[in-house]
């Protein structure tokens, strides 16, 4: 096949970490994680293989969307620490080699942001065109409505929020709470750039990851959405208001901000099913963003106009494939770069999403997808608690109330809306959605220990503080599954991703640089593909999604892109499973790695 050459970069060959700070590790005892128990396990973080953290939302915030409604860009959250913590982190992780992403949340700030009181204070304040405001719209009837009948991220309900003071809609693609800024006035974007980039570039951040990275630009009529949606007035409008027409020009002036520094850059762009439309955000040649996060893998099996209306493992393994085949595709005979990635703070965790999170299965699932994930070209992120294989809560242990996020709240209040509050049948199928793809799961605190609360405020105990409940009920299976147990056990899932971080390395001309191709598409048991580097090296990756063994046969010369007739000889290099000979069949949920005719 044809090869695709990508210069060699040190973050394409990098382990992010992500931290969702107020769930990683609390070091005072007040329940809620901070910047000094990031700075604790720094350490752990070397052990574990990461080259780079990436640390959420840790600025001065309302909290009404964990931190993705700012403040005030240039302070911290205080149950998270100070400027100082802050700065502590930056030095030390910089001094053990590593370096610091943070998020870069630009689409909207907090209403409680200096800017959006003053815009909100009159028509005629300087920073009213800092938002976006626009005029009523009347029936014929004479009933106020919106500007436009686009519907908010968050439940079927209207994008545009009415302020009485002013007598105007602000619009919001999010909570009502994070009004957007207004990407077309200049002076709103030099404040944008100085208060959010540049004061922490200047105290040593190395890059950022970029939320909402294509929304920037609206389109200037705001139009209606087309209906798609019969059963509301509000219509999804993604499609409007993602990929606007000036986000390039915008882009190209973040990166003037950006390069001065050298600063990475990961932006999260979503609703982009375009190739040739990723590739003008990622291509070398613009310029723009070093490189993107696509959301084919972690969308399989989601709704379509409302993200949790579906039902848990409602795809098949083939449909699984193509996503992950699509995201490769992005960087194939391009100068582009992509990202491997299965979890974040937006996600369930994958073990329960892609594989089989039964107590039998989910040590081996866990392993099969940090073989996958680590043999997939890209840079690699890992979330916190992916490296122990956190599961999603049970729902039989972890009831409604306990969910705390703004989607999942949205979401029980549109279902009791729509179907009435004592319609049981609608209710747990909504809360079966929830148990399976709520946010919720990948921000239960991180269960360090099979101690008090999972061992959360295992830092604030030493110390010998009055620790609290933390912030969100702990993982009910914080005692079977936590980092101390993990730590010292070779057939640990921890041990594993260590080992297969060492082997993504190791071969990284194969793994993170190669050529991808999928093979047996349509196999619904087993996901087979192929590497190939710039030397013409090979790899095959064989990976058994069922919980039954499986057989299996060696892909002829034609599959593996050798010439016709060749000899196929495979040399196995990586297994999930010890003791494995490559004739055997493959055990349940079994991953093998094989060198090709080497």
């Not at 972890?398 to 999942?408: M, T």
């Not at 999972?454 to 969100?472: D, Q, T, V």
């Not at 990284?508 to 598409?521: E, M, P, S, T, V």
């Not at 057989?551 to 499973?577: C, F, I, N, Q, Y």
Request: with cysteine; aromatic share 12%; glycine share 6%.
């Amino acid at each position: 096949m044809l090869f695709s050459i990508h210069a060699r970069e040190w973050w394409k060959e990098a382990v992010v970490y992500q931290i969702y700070p107020a769930s990683f590790c609390d070091s005072n005892g007040d329940g809620i994680g901070d910047l000094p128990g990031i700075t604790s396990k720094l350490d752990y973080l070397v052990t574990l293989g990461v080259n780079v953290i990436w640390v959420c939302p840790m600025y001065d915030s309302p909290q009404v969307d964990m931190g993705y409604d700012i403040s005030n860009y240039e302070d911290i959250y205080r149950p998270y620490g100070t400027l100082q913590d802050m700065e502590v982190l930056i030095r030390e992780t910089h001094a053990r080699g590593m370096k610091i992403m943070l998020d870069l949340v630009i689409n909207h700030t907090s209403d409680q942001h200096e800017w959006f009181k003053e815009s909100r204070s009159s028509k005629d304040s300087p920073k009213r065109d800092w938002y976006i405001w626009k005029p009523a719209r009347y029936s014929p009837e004479g009933e106020r409505l919106p500007p436009n009948n686009w519907r908010a991220a968050w439940g079927p309900v209207s994008a545009w929020e009415w302020d009485e003071e002013t007598q105007e809609y602000y619009f919001h693609i999010f909570a009502a709470e994070q009004p957007d800024l207004n990407w077309e006035n200049p002076e709103t974007r030099k404040a944008i750039y100085a208060s959010s980039m540049e004061f922490w570039l200047k105290r040593g951040v190395d890059g950022f990851r970029i939320d909402t990275v294509n929304m920037y630009s609206k389109p200037p009529a705001f139009p209606d959405a087309p209906v798609v949606d019969t059963g509301s007035f509000f219509q999804p409008a993604w499609a409007l208001f993602c990929n606007g027409p000036r986000m390039h020009e915008f882009l190209g002036e973040m990166s003037e901000v950006l390069n001065k520094y050298n600063a990475i850059t990961v932006g999260e762009l979503s609703t982009t099913p375009n190739l040739q439309d990723v590739l003008s955000y990622v291509s070398a040649k613009s310029n723009e963003l070093n490189m993107v996060f696509q959301f084919d893998v972690v969308s399989v099996g989601m709704g379509h106009a409302i993200t949790y209306d579906a039902k848990p493992h409602n795809f098949g393994l083939p449909v699984f494939k193509k996503a992950v085949d699509s995201t490769q595709s992005l960087i194939r005979n391009t100068d582009a770069w992509t990202t491997v990635f299965l979890e974040n703070h937006d996600q369930a965790r994958s073990v329960s999403r892609f594989a089989n999170d039964a107590p039998e299965f989910r040590v081996r699932s866990a392993k099969l997808l940090a073989l996958m994930q680590a043999c997939l070209t890209g840079t690699q992120y890992i979330f916190q608690g992916q490296e122990i294989g956190t599961v999603n809560a049970p729902k039989d242990q972890y009831p409604l109330e306990n969910y705390l996020d703004i989607g999942s709240i949205g979401h029980m209040k549109s279902i009791k809306e729509k179907y009435g509050a004592d319609n049981k049948e609608e209710l747990d199928k909504a809360f079966d959605a929830l148990a399976y793809f709520a946010r919720d799961h990948g921000r239960l605190p991180v269960s360090w220990s099979n101690g008090k609360y999972g061992g959360f405020s295992e830092e604030a105990e030493k110390a010998g503080k009055e620790i609290k409940e933390p912030w969100m009920k702990p993982h009910p299976l914080a005692n079977e599954i936590n980092v101390a147990s993990q730590l010292d056990d070779p057939e640990s899932v921890f041990a594993y991703w260590r080992k297969m971080l060492l082997f993504r390395r190791e071969h990284k001309d194969l793994l993170i640089y190669g050529d991808f191709k999928d093979i047996r598409q349509e196999d619904e048991n087993l996901f087979m593909f192929v590497k190939e580097s710039s030397e013409h090296a090979k790899a095959l990756v064989v990976l058994n999604f069922s919980t039954k063994d499986q057989d299996w046969t060696k892909p002829d010369a034609k599959e593996l892109g050798l010439p016709e007739g060749s000899e196929v000889k495979l040399r196995l290099v990586m297994s999930t499973h010890t003791g494995t000979e490559q004739t055997e069949a493959l055990a349940a949920l079994e991953g093998r790695a094989y060198l090709v005719n080497q």
